[in-house]
């Protein structure tokens, strides 16, 4: 965690969630397909995992 952050308090989706939306220095679409797909915003983490995929669409 970086510092001046509570460290008390367990890490949950929701919190890495709302600290993405803090640090993305874009606007938060309201509109998305970015959902939990297990849990939800109360779920301790223990972990991230990131992937990326190169757009594959060629003609």
Known sequence: ??????NSAPLTAGRVIERIRKNAGVPWGT???DTF????PDTRVRG?????LRHASRK
């Open 1 to 6: 965690m970086q510092s001046g952050q509570d």
């Open 31 to 33: 509109e998305t397909v």
């Open 48 to 52: 991230i995992a990131t992937t990326r």
């Open 37 to 40: 797909k297990a849990g939800g």
